[in-house]
């Protein structure tokens, strides 16, 4: 902390949550029926969604504020080129919805994209009998769609786009597909395939569809993205003088990890669920808590959290103790190794931070400073979490490429100035 750390306070609403609207988007293609959806996000990789629905000729109309899908009914263009921008998302769902159409695909994304791995996918889509070929196993990608079969197959890491692109095929296959997860990953595409009227049961660890046709429901209100949520959260809680509320947030289980490890590490937190549908959602208020202590975080649990790993380290920076996130290899596929770029980059600012093996370590608490400049490696998370570290540290520098924020959050530049004035 700095005496001259700059306060937080107010009330911001996040923009609707990244991950349900990818998936009404990309599931509006298979179902039937149409969807009035309120609060789709207007971030960048949820409008890569959008271009690849329409690209592959699913029907989309603004009425206001609202986005009206029409549902496909998985007839869809024979062949073409899918520009995934910077979406991970978007890219591993569409490979297993287009492995089980006939026609050929080639799916494509920016230099960052170009740079993740694919063939975690593309493996089990080819055991289920689809045509798929990767670049040295990254995009671009080119799917060929077959008749498909069923597996029975443990994934190899708990990842929700992994899953949700193998449930996506599983559902276009003949006979079951049961999948089981090393640990719980997030849980929206079983949500809403349910409510589609897939056949799809699950239990504890495990997943099974079964061939289905879906019709997408006649209404739904996207919650806030938790994600974004965490970013002014978790820097009220370190940055003195700090109160913030989030209006209409998600608080589905599987990704508000974030919430019970700040509450381990003693922050002082208010959640009031006020609502169920589609998903549970509500309010959380989030003070300055002067006396924070590290934690452990288990492997286990970097799945509900696995997106806001920058934005806690940077809170370990300021709570007693060596905190310890057990599990994080997967941070090193993100859109950048995102363990390089927090302990290089807040590291510059003073923070003690290392890994070890596939842990991340953080000594606190260590006052953070100003350098020349910062860089975000084009990755919208770590240029947030810089640009809140800064807030703390009572200082401006310049951080490269810090409009790649719009990634997940286009008015998070907006809400700060807000919450800061
Ligand atoms: C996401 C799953 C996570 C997460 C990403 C969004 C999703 O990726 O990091 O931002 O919407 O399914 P992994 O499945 O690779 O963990």
């Known amino acids: 902390m700095s005496p001259a750390s700059r306060s937080l306070s107010g009330v911001f609403t996040p923009p609707g949550d990244k991950s349900i609207s990818h998936r ?22 949820c409008q890569s969604t959008l271009g690849a629905v329409t690209a592959l000729g699913g029907r989309l109309e603004r009425r206001g504020q609202a986005l009206v899908l029409t549902g496909a009914q998985g007839r869809l263009n024979p062949r073409a080129e899918v520009d995934c921008g910077n979406s991970g998302t978007t890219f591993r769902l569409l490979m297993g919805l287009l492995a089980g159409r006939p026609g050929e695909y080639r799916l494509d994304g920016d230099e ?85 009227g897939a056949a799809l049961t699950r239990g504890g660890g495990w997943v099974r569809v079964e061939p289905s046709s879906l019709t997408l429901p006649a209404t739904l209100r996207v919650p806030g993205d938790a994600s974004s949520a965490a970013f002014f959260l ?51 208020e989030a003070q300055y808590s002067l006396e924070l202590t590290a934690t452990a ?30 599990g994080v290899e997967e941070l090193r ?57 800064l807030g703390l540290a009572g200082g401006d520098c310049p951080i490269s490429d810090e409009g790649c924020a719009a990634i997940s959050y286009p008015g998070f530049a907006t809400d700060l100035w807000k919450l800061s004035a």
């Open 24 to 45: 009404v988007g990309l599931f509006s293609l298979l179902a039937g029926g149409s969807c009035r959806v309120e609060n789709y996000s207007p971030c960048a990789d």
């Open 112 to 196: 960052s994209l170009r740079r993740r791995p694919m063939e975690r996918v593309a493996a089990p889509l080819r055991l289920m009998g689809a045509g798929v070929e990767t670049t040295e196993g990254r995009p671009p990608v080119t799917i060929r769609g077959a008749a498909l079969r069923g597996i029975d197959y443990d994934l190899p890491v708990a990842s929700a786009q992994l899953k949700s692109s193998l449930l996506l095929a599983g559902l276009q296959a003949v006979g079951p597909t049961t999948l089981r997860e090393p640990a719980p990953s997030r849980d929206h595409s079983e949500r809403l395939l349910v409510s589609c």
């Open 297 to 326: 975080i288990a492997a286990e649990e970097v799945p509900l959290l696995v997106d806001e790993v920058p934005i806690l380290a940077l809170v370990a920076t300021q709570a007693q103790g060596v905190t310890v996130f057990h």
């Open 333 to 389: 596929i993100k859109e950048t190794d995102r363990l390089a770029a927090i302990t290089s980059q807040l590291g510059a600012m003073g923070a003690r931070l290392w890994t070890e093996g596939d842990r991340l370590l953080v000594q606190g608490p260590t006052p953070l400073t100003v350098p020349e400049r910062l860089e975000s490696f084009g990755d919208h998370r770590i240029a947030m979490t810089l640009r809140l570290a």
């Open 234 to 284: 978790c820097a009220a809680a370190i940055t003195p003088g700090s109160r913030v509320a989030a209006e209409g947030v998600l608080l589905n289980p599987t990704r508000v990890g974030f919430l019970t490890v700040l509450e381990r590490m003693g922050a002082r937190l208010t959640v009031n669920q006020q609502g169920t549908e589609p998903e549970e959602w509500g309010r959380v």
